[in-house]
């Protein structure tokens, strides 16, 4: 079946160094995909989105790149520090009725200070 | 303050019993969702509802129920027909005017079968 995961289950990083986070999707119909950052305990917290007429987009410390062309997705978190440690997730959405998201599995990040 | 919140927070039930968890939002956001999130795993769609008096089952609906009888409220019924209930449940809702929103998610509600 179609799926979202991610290469890497746990990516160590140095206070200071950027990170990539790596998520590869099957469903080539998905035109919509976000990254969702999981503190312990916690909810899901919006990141980014991009949809599939990009395939870059800058926010806040944070890029994500689209290669719709090998269906894959990276989060490139600049200068990273403690307080990004958490699990960070892909999900893509193929715009059928319902607004339904495929999550991948997670990546966890731990900063070294 | 605009939001999601669940309640309560740490949830324990012995086996045989029902439970519901709580669900409420003020952003005036037509659809919401539930997921389980079990531990060191990504998150499964268990039921949505993309507007007042309808809901649909998502991937794993079998030992659930939900209603959504006001816009602003998607409480999840856990029943005694779940056989593994013990999870992390998430609520979230998206503004439901796009089939792709971005989905916004509450804090969440840890169960736990005794």
């Known amino acids: 079946g179609e799926s979202v995961g991610l290469h890497l289950p746990t990516l160590s990083v140095q206070e200071g160094d950027n990170s990539i986070i790596n998520c590869a999707y099957s469903n080539s119909a998905s035109d919509y995909f976000i990254w969702y950052k999981q503190e312990s305990g916690k909810g899901p917290q919006f990141i980014i989105d991009?949809?599939?007429?990009?395939d870059k987009r800058q926010g806040q410390r944070v890029t994500v790149l689209l290669n719709k062309t090998v269906k894959h997705l990276s989060l490139q978190i600049a200068a990273t520090q403690p307080g990004d440690s958490a699990v960070y997730f892909c999900?893509?959405?193929?715009?059928?009725?319902?607004?339904?998201?495929?999550f991948g599995g997670g990546t966890r990040v731990l900063v070294k200070p | 303050d605009g939001g999601i919140t669940q309640s309560p927070k740490y949830l324990f039930r012995k086996e045989g019993q029902n439970v519901t968890l709580s669900c409420e939002q003020n952003?005036?956001?037509?659809?919401m969702y539930w997921y389980r999130q079990d531990p060191g795993q990504g998150l499964r769609l268990i039921y949505y509802?993309?507007?007042?008096?309808?809901?649909q089952k998502g991937d794993i609906a079998e030992g659930y129920s939900v209603s959504r009888e006001k816009k602003e409220s998607f409480p999840l019924t856990v029943t005694s027909a779940q056989k593994n209930p013990t999870a992390f449940y998430l609520c979230?809702?998206?503004?439901?005017?796009?089939?792709?929103?971005?989905?916004?998610f509450g804090p969440g509600t840890r169960l736990t079968v005794l």
């Open positions: 991009i949809r599939s007429n990009m």
């Open positions: 999900a893509e959405n193929s715009g059928a009725a319902g607004n339904k998201l495929t």
């Open positions: 952003l005036n956001h037509d659809a």
């Open positions: 509802s993309q507007i007042v008096n309808d809901f």
């Open positions: 979230a809702s998206s503004p439901g005017q796009l089939d792709t929103d971005t989905q916004y």
